[in-house]
């Protein structure tokens, strides 16, 4: 039985890997439209506004561990990270990206370091990319510094984190600026669907890189997940018909 | 010359072992044995990658460390905004650090009476932050979500917490609560959980793919 569990997770991963690949390829093009995610438009233009203003953006890549599968929503922040560091390359100041995870907080260095060098920024600031604490509730009271002493603007809240976003979040607040918020817990989603200007609901968080236009293959990735979403709908009804016929 | 159209060599080189090495612990996954039952060999390498990524994150921590203090360090010779709170973290630093040498054994003692008891300060400030949150919340985003969301959170919290001289609530703790932690919230919170595990499916495969480099530079 594990060994055919084995096999569809194995399909499932080359048929996702198939169709990311040729619908980049197909729409390589014409880019798919997408419905419209408010966060998103907002954080564009709040994008904007950090270049005229000469204010500063902040990256929260929360606090889960690289070697955990919480990984996954920090890795979708530092690519949104390297998207808004290029968009933000007019500025006068890189953004900063906080995070509490020691792996994390490297491969945001290196994701601004990187960012610099392609945009031929002057300088790229070394401690702009920081680790703020190892437990949640000292990582929020490490980056609640940032987000008020650093002439931050525009934030984004983008990784894992649990109910001390919230702690972020009313941080933001009180300095009146903007802030987008995704987790992958559902415990902080609901505190950032609370408390935060622009919250990210679900897998939304998974699709920032396409909505920022970071590549043909985030788009498909986009339509890969919906198709993938149907047919575990079809799944679980099939499933659930089957049992209900005495088959299961 | 361009550097985006000439990738580094350092940059090829890193992308290509990170490739490689996600393709390695994957497959270790799905061929765990081979057809004589023994432990295959993807498996052995995979074992081994993940030793090694672990005994690197605790290196990082050392450099993650260093991180914090040289952020801190900057902020007290700029003369910046809570300074002092800086100063304050790292004599506590060197505080802990020195304890831990002297005493190994004792170290516990640090996190019982200090960290704890902050982080549970910590976490009472949060229940006041959700409160205002939530009161604002209908100011900020008038519509019929917002209004089920604050519905729901106070149908839950009276039907949970014990009010004076009346108890628990019958009808609200014996009916309302269980059917809308355990049917309604868990249903929900089931379907974020497969919307965030696909996200994660294609997260990793765009990282195989080399599309996302948080590694070495990136496009």
Redesign the interface.
């Given at each position: 039985m594990s060994n055919w569990l084995?096999?569809a997770?194995?399909g499932?991963?080359i048929l996702?890997?198939v169709l990311?690949?040729a619908l980049a390829y197909l729409r390589r093009k014409s880019p798919p439209v997408f419905r419209d995610i408010p966060a998103f438009t907002r954080l564009r233009q709040a994008v904007g506004l950090v270049v005229e203003d000469g204010s500063r953006l902040h990256v929260s890549l929360g606090h889960g561990?690289?070697?955990t599968?919480q990984s996954?929503?920090a890795?979708?922040g530092?690519?949104l990270l390297?998207r808004l560091a290029d968009l933000t390359s007019a500025g006068d100041q890189p953004p900063i990206a906080t995070s509490g995870d020691?792996?994390v907080?490297?491969?945001?260095?290196?994701?601004l370091q990187?960012?610099s060098?392609?945009t031929d920024r002057a300088a790229s600031d070394?401690?702009a990319?920081?680790?703020?604490g190892?437990?949640p509730?000292?990582y929020?009271?490490?980056a609640i510094?940032a987000i008020r002493?650093e002439k931050v603007s525009a934030n984004v809240l983008m990784g894992n984190f649990g109910?001390?976003v919230?702690?972020l979040?009313?941080a933001v607040?009180r300095e009146n600026s903007f802030v987008v918020a995704g987790s992958?817990n559902?415990t902080a989603?609901a505190?950032i669907?609370?408390?935060a200007?622009e919250p990210l609901?679900?897998?939304e968080?998974?699709?920032a890189?396409a909505y920022v236009e970071s590549?043909p293959?985030?788009s498909a990735?986009?339509t890969?997940?919906d198709i993938?979403?149907w047919l575990?709908i079809a799944a679980i009804l099939v499933g659930a018909a089957l049992t209900l016929a005495g088959f299961l | 010359m361009n550097?985006?159209r000439f990738p580094s060599l350092n940059a090829v080189v890193s992308t290509a072992f990170a490739i490689a090495s996600g393709l390695i612990v994957?497959a270790g996954?799905?061929f765990?044995q081979t057809a004589n039952g023994q432990v295959s060999l993807l498996t052995d390498l995979r074992l081994t990658l993940?030793s090694w990524?672990?005994i690197?994150?605790g290196f990082?921590?050392?450099?993650?460390?260093i991180?914090?203090i040289?952020?801190h360090v900057?902020k007290i010779q700029r003369k910046?905004?809570?300074a002092f709170?800086s100063l304050l973290l790292i004599l506590s630093l060197v505080v802990t650090f020195l304890f831990g040498l002297i005493k190994p054994g004792q170290m516990g003692i640090v996190f019982t009476t200090v960290?704890l008891p902050?982080?549970a300060s910590?976490?009472a400030?949060?229940a006041v932050?959700?409160t205002?949150?939530?009161i604002?919340?209908l100011r900020?985003r008038l519509n019929l979500l917002s209004v089920i969301?604050l519905v729901t959170?106070v149908l839950i919290l009276f039907a949970t917490a014990p009010l004076p001289f009346l108890g628990t609530i019958p009808v609200l703790g014996d009916w309302v609560r269980p059917f809308l932690a355990q049917v309604m919230a868990a249903a929900?919170?089931r379907?974020?959980?497969?919307?965030?595990a696909?996200?994660?499916?294609?997260?990793?495969?765009?990282?195989?793919?080399g599309?996302?480099r948080?590694?070495?530079?990136?496009?």
């Open positions: 084995g096999l997770g194995l499932i991963v996702s890997a990311m690949l561990s690289l070697t599968p996954a929503s890795l979708a530092l690519a390297r020691a792996p907080a490297i491969l945001s260095q290196d994701t990187a960012a060098k392609y070394l401690v990319g920081r680790l703020t190892l437990t509730f000292s929020a009271a490490g510094p002493d109910v001390e919230g702690l979040t009313d607040e992958d559902p989603q505190v669907y609370a408390s200007q609901i679900g897998e968080l998974f699709a890189g590549g293959l985030h990735s986009v890969v997940q993938l979403r575990l | 550097p985006r994957l996954y799905f765990v993940l990524a672990i690197l994150a990082a921590v050392f450099i993650g460390i991180n914090l040289q952020v900057k910046q905004k809570g709170y960290q902050v982080e910590l976490m400030m949060l932050t959700l205002y949150a939530s604002r919340l900020r969301f959170a929900g919170a379907g974020i959980l497969l919307g965030v696909l996200g994660t499916l294609t997260t990793g495969i765009r990282l195989l793919f599309a996302d948080p590694y070495g530079g990136n496009k």
